[in-house]
């Protein structure tokens, strides 16, 4: 019987899948600790900016170009040579040989050492899945990733998490439709506090997140 590839990837992208995404906060715990973001308007606007001028939106090209290239590996490459900080290398690489290990084990496809955005886009391509789906939940799962961080830290309630969700679906999926060619000539990044806030976190001294 054919599973409707939302099923699929509502479970690749899940919080219960152990690729450990809540061990990360992509810079956020820093610029929380900085009182850069203090609130649910503040959260939401950062991640927002991630989303759109950083590396939410550069993720999503990497995903649509590893599931449109017959080797993922040169992409790999550029991923990690094009990331703005160590800490968000680790993140990217140690995501995604986790999301390798598992899907592997769940699907029986080898997806070798490649980063998380790399590693989802081969996955999809090697399960058939549409591109723009696979996109857009892959986006929603990062902006579900970093709400929680706020409310662990800052700490917003679980109806202002959902509302910062929930307004951010639409842009989720609109970056997913603009990025389905994965022509990495459209790399760029304007999220600078985002970057400079994960550079800084490397030596924050008290941390609950690795990233």
Known sequence: MPIDPALTLSQWFSPAYPVGAFAYSHGLEQAIADGDVEGPTSLHQWIADVVHHGSGRNDA????????????????????????????????????????????????????????????????????????????????????????????????????????????????AAIAQDTQTGDLDQLSSTAFLSDIAAMRHETLTSRVFRT
């Open 61 to 172: 090209l990497f995903l649509a170009a590893a599931y449109h290239a017959d080797d993922p590996a040169p992409l790999d490459a550029r991923l990690r040579a094009f990331v703005a900080s160590k800490e968000r290398l680790m993140e990217a690489d140690l995501l995604g040989v986790a999301f390798a290990d598992i899907t592997a084990s769940v699907t029986g496809h080898d997806l070798g050492g490649l980063t998380y955005p790399v590693a989802a886009g081969r996955a999809a391509r090697l399960a058939g899945l549409p591109l723009p789906l696979t996109s857009a939940m892959f986006l929603q799962a990062f902006v579900t990733s970093l709400v929680s961080v706020g409310q662990r830290l800052i700490p917003i309630g679980q109806t202002d998490g959902q509302k910062i969700i929930a307004a951010l679906a639409p842009e989720c």
